[in-house]
């Protein structure tokens, strides 16, 4: 396959968005422009139960911009809710003035033209896009312009269960490898006994995301920009890993609820978005830790990031994108991203976050937040595969849980993958890359 690099194959791609969003009816849209006076509307799903700390960030520009109010809608359940909604929207001009976006969907939009690019308002409104964190803001780029600025991101995290570390005689940190942990899950399954499981991998839901931190450490992937690799060698290691870690040597499961039953004391280790661990720590009934994803080889970066954006439609006139614009400069500022941060367990997506006294005291009296931050090093985007060819997510998503509910081969499994995800990418994307033919 023509390998191009992301921002490349971004700027030349957006003709083949309607059909990378089959069923979206609303891609593209129709002219029009919402203007006036009324209020910032802003879509969102309350990331990390995020309703209450939207709100009181919502007052706080209020009272910043007196001649500004916002409306906060919610928008959906989920991040795919909250894109379907954006997408039905895009009929008319009864579009959000701010809509969260995850790393699934911004770029479809962006490519169709129905976001706007961003940085010819930053210097209008007064962003320093010097402060965001850099990989954080990058993941909003292409063709040298940004679609979207950082809120509601995060990374999965190691969470163990303490006391049955102790009592299985490990070390009180996570593993550094995912072959010590292969080494120390029959250890914990044999200390927390029937009914009870030494890991618990998440379900449909999450396990394609949070996979490819294991795959990247086994020096597998999804894909290397474009070339698919699920049948690669070290791909196929990781996947064995991962059946056998359930299937072979019997101290794992696919979890309904994974945080929750890591919580309530089910899953005696699971790996869980920074965005769960306020929620974690409010109802943990044990005393847990947190660590850093297993690095790869000569630490190579073994963990994805993941997460949301807030984007600006392109239907607005340019004073509501302004003002839109004022309100995402706002709510993502130092101290009200550590507030979203220390509120939701997302990290803070500015750089001098970290020195707001708030955040400093946070983060001495909840050593756990720190991980993270000190994790975002060892992290990279996520692979092409993944979150670039449509509806690749729930079908890597359907694969690993058909190997870790019923025990499917892997090589097999993943052989499936590959052909299906190459039909989308030959039918829908390779036909817009230059040189093709």
Same mark, same amino acid.
């Given at each position: 396959?023509?390998v191009l690099?992301r921002r490349s194959?971004? +700027?030349?791609?957006?003709a083949?968005v309607p059909?990378?969003?089959?069923?979206?009816?609303g891609m593209?849209? +129709?002219?029009?422009?919402?203007?006036?006076s009324g209020?910032?509307t802003f879509?969102?799903?309350?990331?990390?139960q995020?309703?209450?700390?939207e709100?009181?960030?919502?007052?706080r520009?209020?009272?910043?911009?007196?001649g500004?109010?916002v409306?906060?809608i919610?928008a959906?359940a989920?991040?795919d809710?909250?894109a379907?909604?954006?997408?039905a929207?895009?009929i008319g001009i009864d579009?959000?003035?701010v809509v969260?976006?995850?790393?699934?969907?911004?770029?479809?939009?962006a490519?169709s033209?129905?976001?706007a690019?961003?940085?010819?308002?930053f210097?209008?409104?007064?962003? @320093?896009?010097?402060?965001?964190?850099?990989?954080?803001?990058a993941d909003y780029?292409?063709d040298?312009r940004?679609?979207a600025?950082? !809120?509601?991101?995060?990374t999965?995290?190691f969470? !163990?269960?303490k006391s049955?570390?102790?009592?299985a005689?490990?070390p009180d940190?996570?593993?550094? +490898?995912?072959?010590?942990?292969d080494?120390?899950?029959?250890r914990? $399954?044999q200390?927390?006994?029937?009914g009870?499981?030494a890991?618990?991998?998440?379900n449909?839901?999450r396990?394609?995301?949070?996979f490819e931190?294991?795959?990247w450490?086994?020096g597998?992937a !999804?894909?290397?920009?474009?070339t698919l690799?699920?049948t690669?060698?070290?791909?196929?290691?990781?996947g064995n890993f991962?059946?056998d870690?359930?299937?072979?040597?019997r !101290?794992?499961?696919?979890?309904?609820?994974?945080?929750?039953e890591?919580?309530?004391g089910? $899953?005696?280790?699971?790996?869980a978005?920074?965005?769960?661990?306020v929620?974690?720590?409010?109802?943990?009934?044990v005393d847990?830790?947190v660590?850093?994803?297993?690095?790869?080889?000569?630490g190579?970066p073994?963990?994805?990031?993941?997460?949301?954006g807030l984007?600006?439609?392109a239907?607005?006139s340019?004073e509501r994108?302004?003002?839109?614009?004022?309100f995402?400069?706002?709510?993502?500022n130092? $101290?009200?991203?550590a507030?979203?941060? $220390?509120?939701?367990g997302y990290?803070?997506?500015?750089k001098?976050?970290?020195?707001d006294?708030s955040?400093?005291r946070?983060? @001495?009296?909840?050593?756990?937040?720190r991980?993270?931050?000190d994790?975002l090093p060892?992290?990279?985007?996520q692979d092409y595969?993944r979150?670039f060819?449509p509806?690749?997510d729930r079908?890597?998503c359907?694969?690993?849980?058909?190997i870790?509910?019923e025990g499917?081969?892997?090589t097999?499994?993943?052989t @499936?993958?590959?052909?299906q995800?190459?039909?989308i990418?030959?039918?829908q994307?390779?036909?817009?890359?230059?040189?093709?033919g």
């Open positions: 396959m023509t690099n194959f971004l +700027s030349l791609a957006g083949a059909g990378m969003l089959a069923g979206c009816a593209g849209g +129709s002219s029009g422009e919402k203007s006036g209020p910032i879509w969102s799903n309350h990331p990390g995020s309703a209450t700390m709100r009181e960030l919502i007052a520009f209020q009272s910043r911009f007196p500004l109010q409306k906060l919610d959906g989920d991040y809710e909250v379907q909604k954006f997408n929207s895009l579009v959000p003035d969260v976006l995850d790393d699934r969907w911004w770029f479809h939009f490519l033209g129905v976001i690019p961003l940085d010819d308002l210097g209008q409104v007064g962003v @320093d896009t010097a402060d965001y964190v850099d990989s954080l803001l780029e292409f040298g940004h679609y600025l950082p !809120y509601s991101r995060s999965p995290l969470y !163990y269960n049955d570390w102790a009592r005689g490990l940190r996570g593993p550094r +490898s995912w072959q010590e942990f080494e120390w899950g029959p914990l $399954q200390v927390v006994g029937s009870r499981w890991h618990g991998w998440p449909a839901e396990i394609s995301w949070v931190g294991p795959n450490a086994f597998g !999804y894909s290397d920009k474009w690799k699920f690669d060698p070290k791909t196929i290691e990781a991962y059946r870690s359930i299937h072979r040597r !101290y794992a499961a696919i979890a309904n609820d994974n945080a929750n890591f919580a309530t089910i $899953q005696a280790s699971t790996l978005s920074t965005g769960a661990l929620g974690i720590t409010h109802s943990a009934r847990f830790g660590a850093p994803l297993p690095t790869g080889p000569g190579a073994g963990c994805p990031t993941g997460g949301a984007a600006i439609p239907k607005l340019p994108k302004l003002n839109a614009l004022r995402i400069e706002f709510v993502t130092p $101290q009200n991203t507030y979203f941060s $220390q509120r939701t990290l803070p997506v500015r001098s976050a970290v020195h006294p955040e400093q946070y983060l @001495d009296e909840n050593p756990r937040a991980v993270a931050l994790q060892h992290t990279k985007p595969a979150v060819l509806g690749a079908i890597i359907a694969g690993l849980e058909s870790g509910l499917s081969d892997v097999d499994t993943f @499936d993958i590959e052909k995800l190459g039909v990418y030959d039918r994307i390779k036909r817009k890359l230059p040189r093709h």
